[in-house]
């Protein structure tokens, strides 16, 4: 029953994934109000997963920021400064491995006037945590990457939001 429900799951996350940003976001530099820091957000699409095909929810200083579907990127002008970035994604975790939501977090530096790129890659959970949750199964950890690993990266990835109209291009 479980491995039918997560199948089920598996199969309508990859019918209808999309990239969305919340646009109220506090830490999202306004018109002209601030000079802003341009920050790209990158998810490879590595194939089928499973559950780990769902949506990526970011949240930036405690509050939702964007949900990031596998294949996509979009461009987030943020205020500059520092900010605690939380990850949260799914996994089939545990024993009888069961789908289980799986976080991660890193504190970030935004610079004005420049230009960032965060690749979100799927790496293995240990087996032994320091965190609570579940042990093993998979979770997306976010990196800074340079802008010729960001240009190598968008390869094939489909450009949402404002990154239509300013993609990542030589």
Same mark, same amino acid.
């Given at each position: 029953? &479980?491995?039918?429900?997560?199948? +089920? #799951?598996?199969?309508l996350?990859?019918?209808?994934s999309?990239?969305?940003? &919340?646009?109220?976001?506090p830490?999202? $530099? ?11 957000? +990158? ?35 943020l ?32 610079? $004005? ?9 799927? #790496?293995?959970?240990l ?16 990196s &800074? ?15 949402v939001?404002? $990154? ?5 291009s030589?």
């Amino acid at each position: 029953m &479980q491995l039918t429900y997560v199948l +089920l #799951v598996a199969a309508l996350a990859g019918c209808a994934s999309s990239t969305s940003v &919340q646009p109220t976001h506090p830490l999202i $530099a306004t018109g002209g109000t601030v000079e802003s820091a341009k920050v790209y957000f +990158l998810r490879p699409d590595i194939g089928f997963r499973g559950v780990m095909d769902l949506p990526v929810t970011i949240s930036l200083g405690g509050k939702e920021l964007l949900t990031l579907a596998k294949g996509q990127y979009t461009l987030v002008p943020l205020a500059p400064g520092s900010a605690e970035m939380k990850t949260e994604s799914y996994t089939v975790a545990g024993n009888p491995g069961a789908m289980a939501l799986v976080s991660t977090t890193r504190t970030l530096t935004f610079s $004005a006037g420049e230009t960032h790129y965060i690749l979100f890659e799927l #790496v293995p959970r240990l087996g032994f945590r320091l965190e609570p949750g579940p042990t093993g199964g998979s979770e997306f950890v976010p990196s &800074q990457i340079s802008r010729d690993g960001a240009l190598r990266a968008v390869r094939g990835l489909t450009p949402v939001g404002m $990154a239509v109209d300013q993609p990542i291009s030589k």
